[in-house]
């Protein structure tokens, strides 16, 4: 409280009365201080992000108005590559893979990971370890989640298969038909991403005040309309970060994809990085690549811009 | 400390001794001048030991210069190496399939190694190996090993179902013979399936021993026009896909699998395996059952396809003489010997041909290869020789596999195979 | 009254414990595939290839654990991805504070303009950026270098992003009274804003850490040599090279888990509550 009051002495300070020239003084160099204070407070960072990311990616457009295999020297060709992007059949199907896979991914590890939150938000029997349990994926690196995600989906010596078998069905090419992969794909990918989707709902579950729904308690609020008018708007940024962070995940899918479908079978499970990767590694054609990664990352740029705003203009009207 | 130190003095000055004294008694090169050498490859760890077999020796003889293999997993080799010559900071001594030489050639990635041979230093070497290791006429890899396919095969299954492998080349089973033997295998063993074939891994071009065996081949005589759309073609693609299509091969046995083929079959769970030689060590090591190589099949003609490997000096290398002088060493008849018996390769060298090889193990079998990789046609060498057949190889293999998994066509995939010949391949 | 009190408690109880059930029996589900690596680990090597063997191995070679780290050079990776996590971990974590605190508590030019392009960091797909940070690490003279690895993902949008949301709620009142007692802004950051901030630092702290012992794709490329293998690349070599040892791989992928579920554990009891502090609610 003290410090409040001295506060609001110190707002005060400068504009009533005559401060001292000492006080101006000691203001001033505050005042200048503080100007530079947030520079040096976030240089190291954005010196970083400067050297190992932003220059990397203007390195990357460079590179995306050249041809160059990477073993030759690059040779400009101005916006070529652009302009090949247009007719790549390839590139737009990898594109719409990847659009598919994040409506498949998306919406389902939010909506599992609301309901696994609402559910250990309770009082239960064991809840630390079960809630342990369902974030232990998330903390799995890739290459382990795909060697074992490849082990159990394996059509030849794969559990699933084996157990499916015991009970008369199969044996299913979980990996290798165009009808499978892509789910065995989403179902590993839920697998990783609903721990982390309760944790941060549990989280914002916590933050709510009890008194609200005392509120809609008193007004004779059914569950379904507490949930409804309390909890749901009251997660509304959590569901945001969650959307946002779940489109740029899924949009950056790699390692999980070449391990376990390589793409296959056909291009179903092609998705835009593992083209690109292809592009810059296979085809040797890094201008190219480079290309198509500038455009991903525009496109990333713009849905989230694009969101940002909807959200802003959903929470204004609320 | 000093007990350390002075055990290693002992220890190095030991090693010198010998070495000099290896040296001596080889007679071949001086002990060269100080380096240190990186070299990277994949390879199976028969192949790892004996690449550091032979490193060991050359030490040896060159107790100045240092060489480390650095293995990379075959699925990111090339990734790495052309990331690393992008920095400039290749490998000094780097591995290579032959159907990758013309495009490290080619940009100069991989130096002209002229000024470090003797005139005549290609003779020996088998002409279709020593043509693909060269551009314009100089070399800019040597030939280390090459290898082939033929047909492992699993003998109690065999035995139990009555069926009974070709021993000799001339009496090789016809396709329709070898699809009947697969179809007896997986009815009467109970198998899932009968066989699969190794073309997973950037290795479609393997396919095109089917292609030359129905009459086929992918470009025209002078190698300046495809001629892939043809009859012939299709019905090689559409003999393949019926592998699929019938239940013979598993499902997850195409081209963009990563599932290790040689599993399969060591685990029991194939009748058949089309693979390569180099094999061998693995099968011999996890199989539980009797086991044979038997030829490949063939239609109207016979054709085994050419595998196999190089090596080159990069131009990032501070000592491109001494790493020449390793990758000749390498090549070298005793080397290479060593080397392909021992990671059961077979040899580039005609001298070692002439003088026949005892392999470490499994030597009948190793006789199968060997008379196998006499079929392979020399219009399908040039072929995939072609600096620019790396890229083509990824298109060839996209099309395969959407015919394999995905139901395209025959005609439709030669038809799209050839638009890649033309605007990937011959350019 | 009475009776209609003791069925909804009836109703309640049973609702309680069928949800329970269910959650057990998702649990059950999210757990399998780490059983199974178990599984897989300690099962007697002929067992391994058929499928059918059954879910509980029928003997527990321990000793395949044992041999796993025999063949290869575990500990030697292990080390180094311990020494790459806890710099970056230490780094990360001090300078994102730093980074966060000044977005979320001070005024200045450009600052929205700067936050955004930190968050635009999070929306490059990695492999776009692959070769020209190679060359960036590589002119740096870093490669097979701890640094090399360290550095290029010291800097976190998605840290400094958790930072700033958290640390917006810190009364202002407090940091401009200090400020009026004349304390330096490095002394009101460390005297009043990283103890406030404990919450989001065991955050920041597992995040960091999962993320850097994870991290795949960089050090694949910064780290050519073999004696600077990390654990993620000594699997992934493991994947390549013994692709039917699966007991073998099991045990190091299983193995590989251990640090991340010690660093989870410790500070797991801070992890839900400095969530949800931060921006994440």
Redesign the interface.
Known sequence: MAAVMAIAENLRGPAVGRPSAADARRYWLQAKRSQLTPYLFIAPNMALFSVFVFFPLLYAFYISLREW????TPRYIGLENYARLASDTLFWQSLSNTAVYSIATVPMSLAIGLVLALALNRDLYGRTILRSVFFLPVVISNVATAVIA?WLF????GVINALLQQVGIG?V?W????RWALFSLVVTSLWVRIGFCMVVYLAALQSISPTYYDAAQMDGASRWQQFRFVTWPLLRPATFLLLILGVIHSFQVFDLIY??????????TTMIVQYIY?AA????E?GYASAMGMVLFVMILIFTLLQWRVNRRVEDVA | MATITKRSFLKTSLCAGIGAGVGMYWGAANAQKAASLTMTS?G??AEIAAFNAQIERYKARNPNVAI?L??V????Y???L????????APDIFRAQYQRIG??GQ???AIDLSQYLDAGFGQDFLPSVWRASTIKGKPHALPHHTDTFALFYNAEIFEACGIEAPKSLDKSWTWQEFIGAAKLAKEKAGL?YAFAMNWQN?NAYRWLMYLYQHGGQLLDNELKGPQINTKEAAETVAWTQSWFKDGLV???T???????VQ??F??G?IAMLLHGDWQIP?IQE?ARFKWGVTYLPRDVAMAADLGGNALAVSRDSKSPDVAADFVKFMVAEEAMREFVTKAQFLPVRKSLKEKGLVYDIRNEEMKVFLEQSATVPEHLVSTIVLPTW??FN?KLA?EL??A???G?SPTATVANIEKHVRSTLLV | MIAGTSRSALSGRLETTSIWLLLVAGAGVMFFPVYWMFATAVRPKDEV?SGAAGLIPSSFVWQNFADAIGRVPFLSWTANSLIITVFAVVITVTINLLCGYAFAKFRFAGRDILFLAVLSALMIPFQVI??PL??VV?ELGL?SDYWGVILPRAAEAFGIFMVRQFMVSIPDELLEAARIDGASELKIFFKIVVPLSKPIIAVLVIFTFMWRWNDFALP??VM???EMYTVQLGL??L??????EWSMIMAIALLSLVPMLIIFTFFQRYFVQGISGSGLK
């Not at chain 2, 052309?82 to 900071?89: W, Y």
């Not at chain 3, 994947?239 to 039917?244: A, E, I, L, M, V």
Request: charged share 15%; proline share 8%; no cysteine.
């Open positions: 295999s990477l073993i030759d490849a394996n059509d030849n010596y044996p090419a990996l290798s038909s165009p391990v376990m479908t390589g793409g296959g079978p056909g291009f179903s292809q590694f296979v085809g040797s890094m | 994949w199976s760890p480390k650095e293995v997993p075959s699925g990111q090339y990734q790495q052309d990331t690393r010559f992008a920095g400039k900071q495009r490290y940009s100069g990635a899932n950037s598993p499902p997850n195409s081209l963009k699998s990563s599932e290790p599993n399969l060591a685990t769970k693995f996890q790396d890229r990824a996209d596999e959407l394999f998994t995905s395209q | 290839f692959i070769v190679f060359l590589s490669l694949l490329i050519m040599k073999h992934n070599l994947r390549g090279q013994f692709n039917t």
